[in-house]
């Protein structure tokens, strides 16, 4: 299944490149909105919160009434969580407030890094029907923050101890974000046998033959770039 991507950034969508060059902006949101209403999933993060450089909150609720979204980018609180439900979103992303940004992994750590407490306490609040799980890596380890801080910790461990509190994970490969080069197929078979929720992949997605080969492994992708640059039809 693919499910399209709408980042936001200064009140426009954007799409950047390894979540920092800004590639593509457009003002007009209305073409993009009715291309992607027949899909039963859109992508919709807010990047100015992800990266603690401001909100597009209003944007993100307007659009999250039309679409059917998961909505993610700076959410940090089961308060954050509880209001974007409110507003209209079919299931939130958390990321960085999952992980502890210092320290190494070594044998009995991993519940140091990975914020247990806080998933259970989300899935407690919202439900893990609700929730999706974003384990965006940058050469094989999690990065958080924007992007700007990375946790000593692979997806697989992360994914391994947090798949009793929510529905769905999002790994995003960052060293192919934007970049049009294809996702790595190797890495979504590796993470399908690590869980047994869904598996939503980005990174790097140009071509139909890409979500094809990742649907048959059961595996979702997120496009950004390829959709926007024409290479997908929707």
Not at 69 to 91: F, H, N, P
Not at 141 to 159: E, F, N, Y
């Amino acid at each position: 299944m693919l499910i399209p991507s709408i980042d936001l950034m200064g009140g426009r969508i954007v799409q950047l490149v390894q979540g920092k060059e800004l590639k593509l902006a457009f003002d007009d949101f209305e073409p993009w909105i009715q291309r992607f209403s027949s899909y039963p999933m859109v992508q919709l993060i807010d990047l100015d919160a992800a990266m603690r450089q401001g909100s597009n909150r209003a944007l993100i609720e307007q659009i999250a009434k039309r679409l059917p979204c998961q909505v993610g980018g700076g959410i940090g609180s089961i308060e954050r969580a509880k209001e974007m439900l409110a507003a209209g979103a079919r299931r939130i992303i958390i990321g960085s407030a999952l992980f502890e940004a210092a320290g190494a992994v070594d044998e009995g750590e991993t519940q140091e890094l990975v914020r247990l407490g806080f998933a259970q306490e989300l899935a407690d609040a919202v439900a893990a029907e609700h929730l999706v799980f974003s384990v965006d890596t940058r050469e094989g380890r999690i990065a958080i923050k924007g992007w700007k801080q990375q946790v000593d910790l692979t997806p697989d461990t992360a994914m391994a101890a947090l798949e009793p509190y929510c529905a769905a994970f999002l790994y995003t490969h960052i060293d192919r974000e934007g970049t049009m080069q294809g996702f790595p197929l190797e890495v979504a078979r590796r993470l399908r046998d690590v869980t047994t929720r869904q598996l939503i992949v980005a990174g790097g997605i140009r071509e139909q033959e890409e979500i094809d080969a990742l649907s048959a492994m059961g595996v979702d992708a997120v496009a950004g770039m390829a959709v926007y640059l024409g290479r997908l039809a929707v």
